[in-house]
C-alpha cells in the first residue's frame, strides 16, 4: 500500500486549506485511514480519523467544529478540510491507514502505513 499526500501550502490565520492523501493496493476500502501532524522534535499527534465504512470520524479536541475527514472509497482517497486555522495548526501532516480498533483510532502505532507528509504553514 502507498499513499500520496499533497495539499499542504502556506494560508493566513482563519483561512482554509483541503488535503488530499491518495491510496493505491487493494485495502484502502476495508482500512480506516487518519491524519496526523508533527512538529520538529515533538511526537506526532493525532488529527483525525475515519473508518473504513465512512464513520464515525474521530477528532482531536483541538481541530473539532474546524475539521472534517471525508473519504471516497471510489477514488481511494481520504481528504483533511482544514477551516479557520490557526497559527498553531502549522505542521507536516500525514496521512496513515491501518487497522486500528474503536480504542486505539488516535494511536499512530496501530497504523501500518504511511504518506510522506505535506507542509501546512499558518501565519498569524
Known amino acids: 500500500v502507498q499513499l500520496q499526500a499533497s495539499g499542504g501550502g502556506l494560508v493566513q490565520a482563519g483561512g482554509s486549506l483541503r488535503l488530499s492523501c491518495a491510496a493505491s493496493?487493494?485495502?484502502?476500502?476495508?482500512?480506516?485511514m487518519g491524519w496526523f501532524r508533527q512538529l520538529p522534535g515533538k511526537e506526532r499527534e493525532f488529527v483525525a480519523a475515519?473508518?473504513?465504512?465512512?464513520?464515525?470520524?474521530y477528532y482531536a479536541d483541538s481541530v473539532k467544529g474546524r475539521f472534517t475527514i471525508p473519504r471516497d472509497n471510489g477514488k481511494k482517497t481520504v481528504y483533511l478540510q482544514m477551516n479557520s486555522l490557526k497559527p498553531e495548526d502549522t505542521a507536516v501532516y500525514y496521512c496513515a491507514t491501518g487497522r486500528p480498533i474503536i480504542t486505539t483510532m488516535q494511536s499512530a502505532d496501530h497504523y501500518s502505513y504511511w504518506g510522506q507528509g505535506t507542509q501546512v504553514t499558518v501565519s498569524s
Open positions: 475515519v473508518r473504513w465504512s465512512g464513520s464515525p470520524t
Open positions: 493496493g487493494p485495502i484502502f476500502g476495508t482500512y480506516s
